[in-house]
């Protein structure tokens, strides 16, 4: 999948079998919910914009998006609630209590 200009967003869990990749001018929303909200199978290209809403009763980590690899970060990130950040690994994105 990927989102050149506009918007992809997800309220639920879902899973990409091919890859995502995102440009400069995208967004990708993130409801955050139990369970990791986005499963990439393959290549995630990232940049552009993350948004999360529905940042509620977080308790240190939580899992946003897993991937089999990895290029690039997000430039912007809105909606991170107070006192976290968002933490790159070689196969996540996770929302960290700082």
Known sequence: MKVQAGTLTT??????????????RGTLALTVTRGTALK?????RLAGTLRLTH??????RHVLVTFGSRHGKFAHVQGLPKG?????TAHKLELVRR
């Open 84 to 88: 976290y950040h968002v933490k790159y």
């Open 11 to 24: 309220t639920a869990p879902v899973k990409l079998a091919k890859g995502y990749q995102q440009t400069q």
């Open 55 to 60: 940042v509620k009763g977080l308790n240190g």
């Open 40 to 44: 990439i199978h393959g290549k995630a």
